[in-house]
């Protein structure tokens, strides 16, 4: 008699894989919120809303980020089980659904409230709503004293020149942030660098002068909320 064959049978994952890339797409939806949030923080804080007001947009961020978090975490409890199945290559396929939970709860259990203040979305957005208080400080105390025309010409020459895309030399629109270096540059133009260099399997570096950092990837990259809301301030300001 011939013997029992010893052949594993190959289980498919593709119809999971197929569910992650689905939800990875909700991580743009939660950017989405996350820059309306951040736009409506600005604007309240531009206009020296109440402290009530922006408090509550904190904590609306601080939702959006506890989202963020989660979906990252059941997408790691998916990539886990799943590799885990793989390794173990049983015969028929186990209930992934109680095998999932069971692993999304493991990871929901160390979260700490004070790791969502931590978060480098949430740092970020208090670091822009920082900007701006300081911007609309500054704005109040040169309409409170009288500075001379000198004084002013070389501010508005000092800003302008903050609103120059390193690599473009344009007036930029949609300024995004390094994080690790902190400067800005025009999104397309930065993109469009960082893909060309690890195309040719090179590291893209700053393209300000000067700059140290030699390794710019695009997770490093987030929204200049307040930069891109000073550029249009100083449009409006020009039309007048």
Not at 15 to 24: C, E, I, N, R, T
Not at 226 to 237: M, Q
Request: aromatic share 4%; with cysteine.
């Amino acid at each position: 008699m011939p013997g029992r064959s010893t052949i594993m049978p190959v289980i498919s994952f593709n119809s999971v894989d197929s569910a992650v890339s689905s939800l990875k797409t909700c991580h743009v939806s939660i950017n989405t919120g996350i820059e309306a949030v951040t736009d409506v923080a600005l604007a309240l804080t531009e206009h020296e809303a109440a402290a009530e007001e922006i408090n509550n947009m904190e904590k609306l961020m601080l939702d959006y980020v506890s989202m963020d978090q989660e979906l990252e975490q059941f997408i790691q409890a998916v990539d886990d089980v799943t590799h885990q199945i793989k390794q173990e290559r049983p015969e028929r396929m186990p209930d992934l659904k109680s095998l999932v939970d069971k692993r999304f709860n493991e990871l929901k259990n160390l979260n700490k409230d004070e790791d969502l203040i931590k978060n480098d979305k949430y740092i970020h957005f208090k670091g822009q709503l920082k900007e701006m208080k300081k911007q609309v400080g500054a704005e109040s105390q040169n309409e409170s004293t009288s500075a001379n025309e000198i004084d002013e010409d070389i501010a508005v020459t000092q800003s302008q020149r903050n609103f120059i895309c390193p690599i473009t030399q344009r007036e930029m629109e949609c300024p995004v942030k390094n994080k690790v270096c902190g400067h800005s540059y025009e999104e397309e133009a930065i993109i469009r660098i960082i893909q060309n260099k690890h195309k040719q399997k090179k590291k893209a570096r700053c393209p300000v002068v000067g700059c140290d950092n030699e390794d710019i990837n695009q997770c490093d990259l987030s929204m200049d909320t307040t930069l891109r809301r000073a550029i249009e301030n100083h449009k409006k300001h020009q039309m007048r």
